[in-house]
């Protein structure tokens, strides 16, 4: 199967059509090819793209789009890929150190607080023993200055992680990842919120709420100040635009 065919359009992004265990092997590919970087898309996602083009093109960048939200496997589905799958975030980070452990790769982690950082470390002691980590930074809350990106990129970029998990939420870490890319090696992931699951400050969502496609209502009631809006506002217009898609191809 081709590269594109792999690939299913919803609403705004080029969504990959994936399994966990050959998605794994997609980003190996990428380690040994000189990096690359990869996103997980959610509805969030998708209509942040929506609304900015440019953010679309630079989503649509991607290596990899991993559809990490069952609202976009079913969209997937109903343009006729019944092998869609959806891949979370998180699974796929603790696979992947997983796999580097096994295979004697490394990995880095950039984002999240200074705390949220220490708490990853401490799990992989514990849980990952012998998983080599490259590099770790918490970056401030703040944009950068020019010459506070270049330090960051260089000692990046010196350590090379072969796998660079970044935790900066969406949309700025794929706007990161997609800038930084011409000059990192690393196969960089945009994991969000998985730095706070695995650090395990954030209760993750039940498997099955996960599969009847309302993680978002967990994650709600979690979060409610930080994420109403996102939520409540984007959910809805999601669901008319994939709507709209729906129809369209019925014609």
Known sequence: MSEIAKKVRVVSLDVDVVEFDELIGRIDSLRQNGGGYVCFSTVHMVMEAHDDPEYAAKVNAADIIVPDGMPLVWMQKIEGRRDANRVRANDLMIGL????????????????????????????????????????????????????????????????PDLLFVGLGCPKQERWMNAHRPRLKSVMLGVGASFDFFAGNVAECPPWIGRLGLEWLFRLTQEPRRLWKRYLVLNPRFVVQAGLQALKRRK
Do not use: M
Request: charged residues 35%.
């Open 97 to 160: 150190c997983e796999f580097a452990r096994a295979n004697g790769h490394t990995v880095g982690f950039y984002g999240a607080k200074d705390e949220v950082i220490e708490a990853i470390r401490k799990r992989i002691e514990r849980d990952l023993p012998g998983l080599k980590v490259a590099y770790a930074f918490s970056p401030p809350f703040r944009p950068l200055t020019d010459d506070e990106d270049t330090e960051i990129t260089a000692e990046i970029a010196t350590k090379a």
